[in-house]
């Protein structure tokens, strides 16, 4: 194997890592470990309002908001495809933030789109921009939120 599909491997790795590491901060609600995810200048297209959250503050921001809301969260990714080159990658596949909200009621939460941006900074993957998506019906505005991805192979 050469040298730099060796080092391409071990920068899928990382970047995979940095996946599962953004669902474990999620889960245990540490948000100094999710800010080390992020690039200072992330631009972060979120599910909530206004269109655009500029910089690791306002992303750390709408984390914030979901620690409020839930007692006890996850966060689970499906489905992600990740292509590296260089110093920049970029990953998409479905994600689901789910759990028990502060009034005690369970929720299975909505599968949403995501896109990340990856950048690599002194020898760091970090998120350099993200993107939630919902479907939406064209005719009635809608959001459709009861969709789910494929089943995983072998399921």
Do not use: C
């Not at 599909?5 to 669902?23: G, P, S, W």
């Not at 990953?91 to 028990?100: I, K, M, N, Q, Y």
């Amino acid at each position: 194997m050469d040298r730099m599909a060796t080092e391409h491997d071990m920068d899928a790795t990382r970047i995979r890592q940095q996946v599962d590491a953004l669902a474990d901060f999620l889960h245990a609600k540490d948000a100094e470990g999710l800010r080390g995810l992020y690039a200072t200048d992330v631009v972060s297209f979120d599910i909530d309002p206004p269109l655009q959250h500029l910089g690791v503050e306002a992303k750390m921001k709408n984390w914030a908001n979901a620690f409020a809301f839930f007692d006890d969260l996850a966060y689970e990714i499906r489905d992600f495809h990740l292509t590296v080159g260089g110093d920049v990658a970029f990953g998409h596949g479905f994600g689901r933030l789910s759990g028990t909200l502060k009034n005690g009621s369970a929720t299975a939460g909505m599968w949403v789109r995501a896109t990340f941006g990856f950048r690599k900074v002194d020898g760091t993957w970090v998120i350099a921009h993200d993107q939630v998506s919902v479907p939406f019906d064209v005719t009635t505005g809608d959001a459709v939120t009861d969709l789910e991805p494929a089943a995983p192979a072998g399921a």
